[in-house]
């Protein structure tokens, strides 16, 4: 069988214009799966566009607009308004405090302490750390009412299971990416585990643990204000009432305090980042 | 030298009387906190509590799997994950005029070191846009929605588009202006209009990060998706709102699975694309 020798190309290979799509090219596939995405999602889904684009509903929301941007300000709303700020701010201090305790209680048993670790534990912590935190605050919220009943404790349950599972796998991290010299050094000498634990490991982490801690605050503060739809407590049970009542000026009122809470528990943490990096 | 020396070091913590005021600080802050967040875990194992929990759970297994329910399931896990992509694709639409507006680096008279004031107003116009759209909740959107349109996917959609709008454009106008400004500011020097500085300039050296962010909020959008069904927006949420208000155990057993896994894949499908941009 004759060998076939490859005729040469009329014009140097380099001089040929690329081919538009080449079953080759993978960012091609890649763009053409997003476009068949896109399209499904749009013509799958009833979308009501004359609905919303309609007069009538335009008008509407140019007034609920308007009312937004008149916040209601009268003395005996604001002393409603003031309880439902604080028990929000209660929610998300006393969430995330009891999730920096679960998430580090998990952490343990889901983190390899040092090269002989059998660290048995470490697959089923890291499952459960996940599926606490793939079901967000407010499906906890709704499933935590049945136990908890309506108001804030569901709603600081809420926030802890979700948020136990993000501090925990961040502080087996954390933990796992200490440096084993100062643990070694101690358990070589026969230093028991636990104190191991806390005069080696948790030192060095610390500091990183209590930055994720402050960043999961700040998180839990913006959870915390809209969990209370659902019937958890705090600003987002007044802003659902407020709502369906299309009470506006009311509404836009429970909105800029949310507002202001996110910005205060900025500031907060980020002075005290200022403070702990010092 | 025995006589500098203490005989003995100091049996107790030097920091002693520190540490117990920041305990008792800590504390005096704390309990106010629980007080205000209704924290009585006991009422959990209270039986008029303990029971309807309990028997809720009880249904949990097994989770209902026939093929009519699967099929629902199906039909609404796809319904949440066409509610994100369309809504992540108007952000997209919304975010890309605003950043361009917003980015200072595509500023001609800017190029002189000042920007003119018209352009510079209109630039802190623009990103002020940017903050009220991110700063309102999505589930706040959501309910606004609902009112305006009423309840289905168009609420859900209209949502995610108007808060992923504001979160899209601030990050994009970030990694443009921290991305090279060389090549932008020389096509602009010599007399390239500020798309084609932004096509041929800032464009190519940003895009895989622009891409990946991307990715990364549509992930995000997926889980808000899911969320936003709770007050009625469509999708999973609203399916397993019903069937908690159904007290049906075997139904949101099946559901939680099925979202805990949507999330994996989501995870999943997202590192690797960001991984393959990378």
């Known amino acids: 069988m004759p060998r076939i020798t490859p005729r040469p190309a009329a014009n140097e290979v380099y001089r040929l214009p690329p081919p538009l799509f080449d079953a080759r090219c993978r960012a091609c596939w890649m763009v053409a799966g997003v476009l068949v995405l896109v399209v499904l999602s749009f013509w799958s889904l009833d979308l009501q566009w004359g609905r919303f684009l309609s007069l009538e509903s335009l008008g509407r929301m140019a007034r609920f607009a308007a009312e ?45 302490l040092h ?49 136990s599972g993000v501090l925990g796998r961040l502080f087996a991290e954390c933990i796992e990416n200490a440096a084993q010299g100062p643990a070694f050094a101690l358990r070589v000498r026969g230093v028991p585990e636990g104190r191991v634990l806390l005069y080696a490991t948790l030192p060095q982490a610390l500091p990183q643990l209590v930055s994720y801690a402050l960043y999961r605050w700040e998180n839990n503060i913006r959870a915390a204000a809209v969990l209370g739809v659902v019937g958890a407590g705090g600003l987002g049970q007044m802003l659902a009432f407020h709502l369906s009542l299309f009470q506006m000026a009311e509404t836009g009122s429970v909105l800029a305090a949310m507002i202001v809470l996110v910005g205060l528990v900025d500031a907060a943490s980020y002075a005290a980042r200022r403070a702990l990096a010092r | 030298m025995s006589a500098v020396l203490p005989r003995q070091p100091a049996r107790r913590d030097p920091a002693w009387a520190r540490r117990v005021f920041w305990l008792l600080a800590a504390g005096a802050v704390l309990w ?25 759970l009880a249904g949990f297994v097994p989770p209902r ?44 008279s800017g190029l002189t070191g000042r920007m003119a004031a018209l352009p510079a107003a209109l630039r802190l116009a623009v990103r002020a846009l940017l903050v009220v759209l991110r700063s309102v909740p999505e589930l706040v959107w959501a309910l606004v929605f609902v009112r305006v349109v009423g309840l289905g996917a168009t609420a859900g959609v209209l949502a995610i588009a108007l808060t992923y709008a504001g979160m899209l454009g601030k990050v994009y106008a970030e990694i443009l202006e921290s991305g090279e ?75 939680l699975l099925v979202f805990v896994l949507l999330v994996a894949a989501t995870d999943r499908l997202s590192a690797w694309l960001r991984r393959t941009l990378a």
Request: hydrophobic content about 55%.
């Open chain 1, 115 to 163: 090269e002989g670790d059998p660290a048995r534990w470490r697959g089923p912590t890291r499952l459960l750390l996940n599926a606490l935190r793939s079901v967000p605050e407010l499906m906890w919220a709704a499933l935590l009412l049945i136990a908890a009943g309506l108001g804030p404790l569901a709603g600081t349950l809420a926030l802890a299971a979700h948020t």
């Open chain 2, 65 to 108: 799997l026939d093929g009519e329910f699967l099929a629902l399931v199906a039909r609404e896990t796809w319904r949440t994950v066409a509610i994100a992509t369309a809504g992540l694709t108007l952000a997209l639409l919304l975010a890309l005029p605003l950043t361009l507006l917003a980015v200072r680096s595509l500023s001609i």
């Open chain 1, 68 to 112: 937004v941007a008149t916040p209601a300000l009268d003395a005996a709303f604001l002393r409603k308004l003031l309880p439902a700020a604080l028990e929000t701010m209660a929610m998300s201090v006393v969430g995330t405090l009891l999730a920096v305790v679960a998430g580090l209680l998990l952490a343990l048993p889901a983190s390899k």
């Open chain 2, 32 to 56: 106010p906190m629980l007080v205000l967040a209704e924290f009585k875990p006991w009422l959990l194992l209270a039986p008029e509590s303990l029971e309807p929990t309990l028997r809720f």
């Open chain 2, 181 to 255: 400004a060389h090549p932008t500011e020389t096509l602009l020097r010599n007399g390239a209009g500020r798309l084609q500085a932004f096509f041929y300039g800032s464009l190519p050296q940003n895009a895989g990060e622009l891409t990946s962010y991307t990715v990364y909020r549509w992930e995000c959008a997926i889980r808000s998706s899911a969320v936003l069904g709770f007050v009625g927006a469509g999708g999973l949420g609203q399916q397993m709102d019903s069937s908690m208000k159904m007290f049906n155990g075997g139904e949101v057993s099946t559901m």
